[in-house]
């Protein structure tokens, strides 16, 4: 089920088991509320998780009004958290509402941060409610990386999502690509390494793995990797382009041609194909490493 999936009211009330009433009271308080389009209502997956969230703190004993005004208040202090219902971790006892973020724990209403044994006396009567799954979090990660400005949630969110499932193979590649991205090499290393001891045959991993390791400086251990990942997928022009790259760095030019040769003719309309065709002409003295 991928982030932008639609769900009506009516799959909504199958699917959480809730009344049309319900989804209308909780629309009028500002709960959690279907988006429109064309004259149409629905739902999609973080709305879900919100509902869900609610149905569950109500049924725990929390009054509709002091939720509503913990949801008002997170959503003025917390700018960037547009449903926080669906992206924070919830706490109640069934009376007051503690938000959690970034292992932190948050009154809403006050605005005030509390030490994880200092939630009014609740100790050990906490409960979770909504402890969201690594679905879940993979989803909210797919939904903040579409935003250029919520990538560091996004990233989040997939860090989230490895402790439910660290076998959670998307989540290592998305996640680790974002790390990447943001110039944190070493854990991006650690995600696609983890990515390839679970499936030591994705060629996508093995090519991350050797692009990270290259702008490490590794370039030997590199080139295995990506003659991994052309091994495993042929006709992957990327692979083909960095590793005919990584080859000229080490000297070992006829087998840089070959890659800056396949690379043309697969990808032949790319801008960086005119570079191929241009190291393929070049008078390097061709020879194996």
Known sequence: MGATDRFSPEEVQRILGLTAKQLDQWERLRLVSPRREVGQSYYDFRDLI???????????????????????????KLARVQAPLAELRVISDGKDVVVERDGARLEPLSGQFVLNFEIREIGERVRVIAERSADDWFAAALAYESDARTKLEASRAYDRALEADPQNI?????????????????KACDYFRRAIALDPENALAHFNLGSVLDELGEVEPARQHLRQAVRLKPNYPDARYNLAYICEKLGAFAEAREHWQAYANLDPSSPWSFYARQRLASSSTPRSV
């Open 50 to 76: 919100g509902l869900r969230t609610v149905k569950q703190l109500l049924e725990n004993g929390v009054p509709a009004v002091r939720l509503q005004r913990a949801v008002a208040a997170l959503q003025e």
């Open 170 to 186: 998307d989540a290592l590649l998305n996640g680790g690509t974002l790390c990447f991205e943001r110039g944190n090499l070493e």
